[in-house]
């Protein structure tokens, strides 16, 4: 039966072929967010489904949980193949390419018999599109370079999206050998890696047919590309291949250094053990001479007999970690159980689905002290960003929280919008009285690399922005990040004390592992922001925590890992050397021409 990710596929589906087809915004609009809903709904919705409480689900109306429920009653949806036999179903895929909406698309399938990314691409090469209305040769350009970036995309997958096909499967087989003790996610994955491409699931185990045997016949197996005694390959339904492997339990830890990876690691990790006297693979690290096994059952016993220390996996990619690990020089890196607070979160005065009351109680079970509500500022109005008047009011209404004394503390901030040329959207008087705040692009995404960094440079020069939210605008697997010359906007922010966060949406994960590394070299602060929008923003602190682990970030690197005082202080030594180090609009000038 459909699980909560199939059924999110098919509304989003419907979704998609629904604006194709020109319905109206609303309709497939409300299918995209029944999609997002059921795609994050705790429970299995076809349980739900079942017992006719469909609607339980937000966002799932009358006409939705029909025909939830009728696929799982049935096994189909008319109203879904009907959908399909209007709109070519490879005709939707092409709105995963930026710059296509579906107007164009409508023309390009007119016009040029356009249905697939194949024929999009036939055309890209034959030059037919730049002849079309309202089209040009600039536009085919542009779409030359989007459709090769989907191609590089599409090889791989979020982490969000790996994390929970992985984890279904883990929990799968959990239940199936409740006995089982040793079975966990490896690869890529397992580092933390922010897209993934197969999944590695490693089991030690006696008795391995019966795990193959329930791993290929688990719900959500679309192919079996191969089964064998101790190993399978599947396809998932989420069109992920899963690879499991079963080794003795008493082999478990050196199967899981192997496949975890990376490669690049593994080789340095066997040349150190050659020079030992020692080989090392899936199966135990022992004598060369004699093949006597010196450890097999646990990573700590390998790194140990090879004179290292245990190696987080985050770290294991061969940037300095053996070095570091030599020298007893690894970081104590930063954990969830670190952040204190939060300075990245939206009500529903703008775009967030939470009230103020609703966040910050939301905020206090999730361990933050303080948390900063940081609705959009006017420049975004298609996410009902607040005004000056607004903005004064909800500092009331977070006065009147902190009156009573609760915790979290809530500071007064806000997400404001860069616009274009750097400046921002709210006026000196009404900045002047946030706590904090946050600036952040939402449009002009495309501006070239010297404009785009002359904008954020400009923008973390301003004495009053507090932190550089979502730096370089990426959504993995969707939008690639937009052109920018991050070491020179890093060198500002420097330079003005500026924080620029690590987002922690699987979407984003926004400065990446690499950036955030060279933020921590540069010693700019990097708070690490869930940058919440609804009940299960805070479920993202792991992925954000993961990155940091990943650029190798201590508690000290990180902002929010400091008390109420603390950040207190932070805000005002950084404003108090703002102020005197106001970069001159023509030095903002020369920085963006080095990045020409």
């Given at each position: 039966m459909p699980s909560n990710l199939e059924l999110a596929a098919l509304f989003r589906e419907i979704a998609n072929l629904l604006e194709i087809k020109g319905e109206v915004v609303y309709k497939y609009l409300a299918y995209r967010e029944a999609a997002r809903q059921i795609e994050n709904y705790p429970h299995g919705v076809e349980a739900l489904a079942r017992a006719g409480r469909t609607r339980e689900v937000p966002g799932v109306g009358d006409a939705i949980a029909r025909k939830i429920e009728e696929l799982v009653a049935t096994g189909r949806m008319e109203f879904l193949e009907r959908t399909r036999a209007e709109?070519?179903?490879?005709?939707?895929?092409?709105?995963?390419?930026?710059?296509?909406?579906?107007k164009k698309i409508q023309t390009l399938h007119r016009s040029l018999g356009v249905s697939s990314m194949d024929d999009l691409r036939a055309a890209l090469a034959a030059g037919q599109i730049r002849a079309l209305p309202g089209m040009g040769a600039r536009t085919e350009e542009r779409l030359a370079v989007e459709v090769e970036r989907w191609r590089e995309r599409g090889r791989r997958i979020p982490i969000g999206a790996a994390r929970a096909v992985a984890d279904d499967a883990v929990a799968h087989l959990?239940?199936?050998?409740?006995?089982?003790?040793?079975?966990?996610?490896?690869?890529?994955?397992?580092?933390?890696?922010?897209?993934?491409?197969?999944?590695?699931?490693?089991?030690?185990?006696?008795?391995?047919?019966?795990?193959?045997?329930?791993?290929?016949?688990?719900?959500?197996?679309?192919?079996?590309?191969?089964a064998g005694d101790t190993r399978a390959s599947i396809v998932s339904t989420a069109s992920v291949q899963i690879d499991l492997r079963v080794v003795p339990r008493q082999a478990f830890g050196a199967a899981m250094q192997y496949f975890t990876g990376s490669k690049a690691h593994n080789v340095r990790l066997r040349a150190l053990a050659q020079r030992m006297g020692l080989t090392l693979n899936e199966y135990a690290l022992s004598e060369e001479a004699t093949g006597r096994v010196v450890a097999s059952a646990t990573e700590e016993e390998i790194y140990a007999a090879l004179g290292l220390?245990?190696?987080?996996?985050?770290?294991?990619?061969?940037?300095?970690?053996?070095?570091?690990?030599?020298?007893?020089?690894?970081?104590?890196?930063?954990?969830?159980?670190?952040?204190?607070?939060?300075?990245?979160?939206?009500?529903?005065?703008?775009?967030?689905?939470?009230?103020l009351e609703g966040v910050a109680h939301l905020a206090a079970t999730h361990g933050r002290r303080y948390l900063a509500i940081t609705d959009h500022s006017i420049g975004l109005a298609?996410?009902?960003g607040l005004d000056a008047d607004r903005a004064r009011a909800q500092w009331e209404q977070i006065d009147a929280w902190n009156a009573?004394?609760?915790?979290?503390?809530?500071?007064?901030?806000?997400?404001?919008?860069?616009?274009?040329?750097?400046?921002?959207?709210?006026?000196?008087?009404?900045?002047?009285?946030?706590?904090?705040?946050?600036?952040?692009?939402?449009?002009?995404?495309?501006?070239?690399?010297?404009?785009?960094?002359?904008?954020?440079?400009?923008?973390?020069?301003?004495?009053?922005?507090?932190?550089?939210?979502?730096?370089?605008?990426?959504?993995?697997g969707r939008r690639d990040a937009y052109e920018v010359d991050m070491e020179a906007v890093l060198a500002v922010a420097a330079a003005h004390g500026v924080?620029?966060?690590?987002?922690?949406?699987?979407?984003?994960?926004?400065?990446?592992?690499?950036?955030?590394?060279?933020?921590?070299?540069?010693?700019?602060?990097?708070?690490?922001?869930?940058?919440?929008?609804?009940?299960?923003?805070?479920?993202?602190?792991?992925?954000?925590?993961m990155t940091g682990r990943r650029a190798w970030l201590s508690p000290e690197?990180?902002?929010?890992?400091?008390?109420?005082?603390?950040?207190?202080?932070?805000?005002?030594?950084?404003r108090r050397r703002a102020q005197t180090l106001a970069t001159p609009r023509s030095a903002i000038g020369e920085i963006a021409e080095t990045a020409l």
């Open positions: 709109v070519p179903t490879t005709l939707a895929d092409l709105l995963q390419i930026p710059g296509l909406g579906a959990r239940s199936a050998f409740p006995d089982l003790t040793a079975i966990e996610a490896a690869g890529s994955l397992r580092r933390w890696r922010d897209t993934i491409g197969d999944i590695d699931i490693v089991v030690g185990a006696a008795d391995a047919p019966p795990l193959i045997a329930a791993f290929i016949a688990m719900p959500g197996v679309r192919d079996v590309l191969g220390p245990w190696i987080p996996p985050e770290l294991r990619e061969d940037l300095g970690e053996f070095e570091a690990g030599q020298a007893g020089t690894l970081p104590r890196l930063i954990e969830a159980a670190d952040l204190i607070g939060e300075l990245h979160a939206h009500t529903d005065w703008s775009d967030g689905h939470l009230t298609m996410a009902r009573r004394g609760e915790p979290p503390w809530l500071l007064k901030g806000v997400e404001l919008e860069i616009l274009a040329d750097g400046t921002l959207d709210l006026d000196p008087e009404t900045l002047a009285g946030f706590d904090i705040v946050v600036a952040s692009v939402h449009s002009m995404l495309r501006q070239d690399r010297g404009e785009m960094t002359s904008r954020l440079v400009r923008a973390v020069s301003h004495p009053r922005v507090d932190v550089l939210g979502h730096a370089t605008g990426r959504i993995l924080a620029v966060e690590i987002n922690a949406s699987p979407d984003r994960l926004d400065l990446d592992d690499a950036l955030a590394r060279q933020a921590r070299a540069m010693r700019v602060q990097v708070p690490i922001n869930c940058d919440v929008h609804r009940p299960e923003g805070f479920d993202d602190t792991r992925f954000g925590v690197d990180v902002l929010n890992t400091r008390d109420l005082a603390g950040i207190r202080d932070w805000l005002m030594d950084r």
